[in-house]
């Protein structure tokens, strides 16, 4: 089982091309609906009473919301829009809503699993949560503005952990490295043994051990909204290595097959929206696609 706390939000998300307001959103609901594919997932999290019963049911299908508080108030809400080449994006809006006053509790029969995953939270938030928890892995990740805004906290809650993910540019941030291959190890030593940086449309690194491994992300025609997309990576990359139920070099360039797999399919929608109607079937196809493409005999 995979535990993971993290933001369920309500989107407004705006590109060139259209607009889609208050969709369901956030790290925790991405992450956990990626890794229901493949392990159980259950979430650790709060929304506020605006928040839509559909969307609740939504999640319940996919994964455990025993931890997740509902309380008076207003849900998390993030409003932002893209460039044309849907790469930069800028935020519009924040409003934390309940988060603040969230407890955080984790359920007694939740706190002892395989991973646990503290998705793009604030240090105070992931240690309020580990501590409660029992779990034989930690992974964590984070968002730009918290690596800048509060990067000695997170150099030191990396020495907590086993795996971090990140995109280029907060590994760059967290590091002090502009060269990534330098980033990425300078990170692992700070305490993960398993980095993972993410590049969007460029693929990524995984550091496991003194190896680095580069992997290829999938071309794509259709590409609506990247929102989300790291998260699902995280919980392909993740739900594989649960189902493995073991760690090795070879799990971890699979798992970084099925979270590339996993992204591909979020970005080709607003939100969730692909996601929610996906199939092991469509995972399967695209992943043997993906293995024809990035791989040749020499």
């Not at 309500?10 to 590109?15: A, E, G, Q």
């Not at 984790?106 to 949560?129: C, R, W």
């Not at 997170?154 to 941030?173: C, M, P, Q, S």
Request: proline share 4%.
């Amino acid at each position: 089982m995979i535990v993971c706390a993290g933001s369920i939000a309500l989107d407004t998300t705006h590109t060139p091309f259209k607009s889609a307001k208050r969709i369901l959103g956030g790290s925790a609901s991405y992450f956990g609906i990626a890794s229901s594919f493949f392990t159980k997932t259950a979430l650790v999290s709060a929304v506020g009473s605006d928040f839509p019963e559909d969307y609740w049911r939504a999640l319940e299908k996919h994964c455990d919301l025993a931890g997740v508080e509902r309380a008076e108030g207003k849900t998390f809400f993030f409003e932002s829009k893209f460039d044309f080449d849907l790469h930069n994006r800028t935020a519009l809006g924040l409003e934390e809503g309940v988060f603040p006053s969230a407890k955080w509790s984790v359920p007694e029969y939740l706190q002892n699993p395989e991973i646990l995953f503290l998705n793009s939270h604030h240090p105070a938030v992931d240690a309020k949560v580990l501590k409660q928890m029992r779990p034989r892995l930690v992974f964590g990740d984070t968002i730009e503005y918290l690596t800048r805004q509060q990067k000695p906290l997170l150099l030191e809650f990396l020495k907590k952990t086993d795996g971090y993910v990140l995109n280029e540019t907060e590994a760059r941030i967290l590091s002090g490295e502009s060269n990534l291959v330098k980033a990425g190890k300078k990170i692992q030593a700070q305490g993960p043994e398993i980095v993972v940086v993410k590049k969007g449309e460029h693929g990524g690194l995984l550091f496991y051990g003194s190896e680095v491994f580069p992997f290829p992300a999938l071309p794509l025609e259709n590409i609506v909204d990247p929102t989300g997309a790291g998260d699902c990576f995280a919980g392909g990359f993740l739900g594989w290595i649960d189902e493995q139920n073991k760690v090795s070099e070879t799990v971890l360039r699979q798992a970084c097959y099925y979270g590339t797999v996993m992204a591909s399919f979020c970005v080709e929608a607003f939100g969730l929206n692909n996601l929610l109607v996906l199939e092991e079937k469509d995972i399967h196809k695209r992943l043997n696609e993906y293995h024809r493409i990035a791989f040749c005999e020499v």
